[in-house]
């Protein structure tokens, strides 16, 4: 039942900025428990861990290589997942994908459509 929508992405140059929306839509997401995570894909490589939050508690966990540039972060009143991008390099060009499992542990079984992200040199 629950359904994650992606938007924010777009076309920026190095060193450039974006925020990423994820918003989370269905009765049956469970605050108290539920991790909401930000997954990414280049063209030709794997989908790579990129960031995730735990909504109640707020506890977050980074990927060594966007550490320090971006920052996740929930608004509960919009029901809302943010990615913000800093610094933003050449490296980081993907498909980015919010991604939702029932708790801190398991599989990550929800996940959205995507949106592109292109950083240019």
């Known amino acids: 039942q629950i359904q994650l929508v992606e938007t924010g992405g777009g076309l920026v140059h190095d060193g450039g900025s974006l925020n990423l929306n994820c918003e989370v839509f269905?009765?049956?997401?469970?605050?108290?428990?539920?991790?909401v995570g930000w997954f990414r894909q280049a063209p030709g490589k794997e989908r790579d861990f990129v960031a995730a939050?735990?909504?109640?508690?707020?506890?977050?966990y980074y990927a060594d290589s966007v550490k320090g540039r971006f920052t996740i972060s929930g608004d509960n009143a919009k029901n809302t997942v943010y990615l913000q991008m800093n610094s933003l390099k050449p490296e980081d060009t993907a498909v980015y994908y919010c991604?939702?499992?029932?708790?801190?542990?398991?599989?990550?079984?929800?996940w959205g459509q995507g949106t592109q992200v292109t950083v240019s040199s």
């Open positions: 269905g009765r049956t997401f469970n605050r108290y428990r539920n991790t």
């Open positions: 939050i735990r909504w109640y508690s707020g506890t977050t």
């Open positions: 991604a939702s499992r029932p708790s801190a542990y398991g599989a990550y079984n929800t």
